[in-house]
C-alpha cells in the first residue's frame, strides 16, 4: 500500500473555501512576547497552498518561534494564524509537520523507523510503516539504508530521513527549521537540489527557515526578511526561479544575483 | 586480553605479598597477635573450600535479600520517577525529600525496622530497597529530563500522543541513565543486607560475619566476604550484560 503523500491525512472534513485564492497559511498582526521580551512584532505573512515560504532574519530574531507559532506548538500573544483555515492551536498542530533545526533522528531506531515515525504515531502496525516508508525510501536515494542506526549515516543521509520523516507524516503543511545548517556546502547544495526535487514530485505548503539567503531564494517562490528583535518583516522578494532544475545556473544568473544583494542589504538594514 | 591481565597480576601479585607476610609471621608479630587470627591467602581459601555448604546456604540467604530489594526498588523509584516527571508539582514537593531521606544513614533505621517487621525477610529487603531507590529514583528522573525538548516539539508535530513519547522518546533515552542508576544500587545492596542482618537476623552472609567475630573464626569470616564481593561482582556483571542487550545505541 502506496501512501497518499500528496493528501492530507487530517481526519476533520477539509475546510471550507472561499471566493478569494485563500492561502494555506496566513498570519495577521502576529506578535509574541516570552515575559518582557517582544520577539514578533505585527507579522503579515501568507503562503498559498503548494507554496515554499523562505524565512531569513539575524540570529535570535525569532524565526524559530514563528515557525512553532505556525505549527501550533506555540500561541502568539496577539494576532491570528491560520492552517489550512484553521485558526485553533490543537488544528494547526494536525496540519503542519515540523522538522526541527538537528535532524534529531532517535538513535534507537533504524532509519527506516525513524522515517515512519509519523505514521505508528497514527496508529499503524510496524510491519505497515515500514512498507509504507520503504516506497519512498527507494524514490528519495535511501534504498539499502532502511536497516541503518542513525549515528551509522553520514549528515546528509540524515537530513534526508529526518526530512521523509515530515514528509511521510502526510501533512498539508511542513515547517522547516535550518534543515541543512549543520551541513558542509557541497552537501548542503546537494540536499537543496534534493529537496527541491523532492518538492517538485511531492508539493506542499513550505515554511523554509534559514539564515542563509541563497539558500532560501533557491528553494522558496518568495523570500521574507525579518528585522533583529522584535522582528517585523523590512522585506518581501519573489525568488526569480524557485527550485530550478538547474541549480549552478540558477544561482549565477544575473537576476538571482540581484535579488540576492537586494536581500542581503534588507537584511543589514533589518538588523541594525 | 590487556583489560583481564593487568588487574589479574595485581591481584596475583597482593595476595603473593599478603602470603608471604603471613607465612613468615611477620603480622602476626608486628600487631603481636596469635598466627591463626591472620589467615593467610591460602587458610581462606581451605576455609572457603571446607565451609562451601555453609556458605552458599547463607550467600543464598543473603542473596535473595539483595535481589527482592533491587527489583523493589526499581519497581518503586522508576515508578516514582515517571510520576515526578509527569507532574512537576510532585516533583518539586517530592524531590527535597528524597535527597534529605539519603541523610539518615542506614545504620540507625536498620534495628528500628527490624523492631517492627521482626527477624523474618521483610525488613531486609525493605533496607536494601531503601539505599537502592535513591541511585534508581535519581538516575531516572535525569535521564528522563535529559530528552531534548525538540525531540518532544518535533513528536508532537508527528500526532505522537503523550504516551507515545513517553514510550518512543523519554523512556529509551532514559535507559542509559537508569542502568547507572541499577549499577550503583548494586554495589551498595550488599552494604543494605549485611547492616540489615546484623540489626537481627538467623542467617545469611553478614549474619555469619557476625557470629564468626565471637569464635575468632577470623579465616571462615575472610572466606565470607570473598563470597559476599563475588555475589556483588556478578551482580554488576549481569547489570553490564542487560544494559549491553537492552541499550543496543551506544
Known sequence: MKPELGGTRTVESPPPRRQAPADAISLRGVSHSYADLQTLAGIDLGVPAHGVLGLVGPSGCGKSTLLELICGLREATAGTIEVGGAADPAQRLRRCAFMPQRDLLLPWYSAIDNAALALRNQGMGRREARAAAAGLFERFGLEGFEAVRPDELSGGMRQRVAFLRTLIAGKPALALDEPFASLDAITRAEMQEWLAAALRTDPRTVVLVTHDVEEALYLSDRVAVLSSRPARIVAELPSPAPRAEDRDAAVTDPAFVATREEALRALREGAR | ?250
Open chain 2, 1 to 250: 586480553m590487556r583489560r583481564w591481565l593487568l588487574p589479574l597480576s595485581l591481584i596475583a601479585l597482593l595476595l603473593g605479598l599478603w602470603q608471604l607476610a603471613c607465612s613468615s609471621g611477620a603480622i602476626a608479630d608486628a600487631l603481636d597477635l596469635e598466627s591463626f587470627l591472620v589467615p593467610s591467602p591460602a587458610e581462606v581459601a581451605s576455609s572457603l573450600w571446607d565451609n562451601r555448604g555453609l556458605l552458599a546456604e547463607n550467600a543464598w540467604v543473603t542473596l535473595r535479600e539483595m535481589l527482592l530489594g533491587i527489583v523493589a526498588a526499581l519497581v518503586v523509584g522508576v515508578g516514582f520517577a515517571v510520576l515526578m516527571h509527569r507532574w512537576r508539582v510532585l516533583r518539586d514537593a517530592a524531590y527535597p525529600l528524597i535527597v534529605a531521606s539519603q541523610t539518615i544513614p542506614i545504620v540507625v533505621i536498620s534495628p528500628i525496622l527490624v523492631v517492627w517487621f521482626g527477624y523474618g525477610i521483610a525488613p531486609k529487603v525493605l533496607i536494601v530497597a531503601l539505599i537502592c531507590f535513591f541511585p534508581i529514583t535519581v538516575n531516572a528522573l535525569d535521564g528522563l529530563r535529559s530528552v531534548d525538548p525538540e525531540a518532544v516539539k518535533m513528536m508532537r508535530s508527528l500526532d505522537a500522543s503523550r504516551w507515545q513519547r513517553f514510550r518512543r522518546v523519554e523512556a529509551p533515552a532514559a535507559l542509559p541513565s537508569l542502568f547507572t542508576g541499577i549499577k550503583i544500587a548494586v554495589v551498595v545492596a550488599p552494604i543494605g543486607a549485611v547492616f540489615a542482618e546484623w540489626s537481627g537476623s538467623s542467617s545469611g552472609l553478614g549474619h555469619l560475619i557476625q557470629s564468626d567475630t565471637a569464635y575468632y573464626l577470623v579465616a571462615r569470616q575472610f572466606a565470607t566476604v570473598v563470597v559476599l564481593s563475588a555475589l556483588a561482582l556478578a551482580l554488576i556483571g549481569l547489570t553490564a550484560l542487560a544494559e549491553r542487550r537492552v541499550v543496543t545505541w551506544r
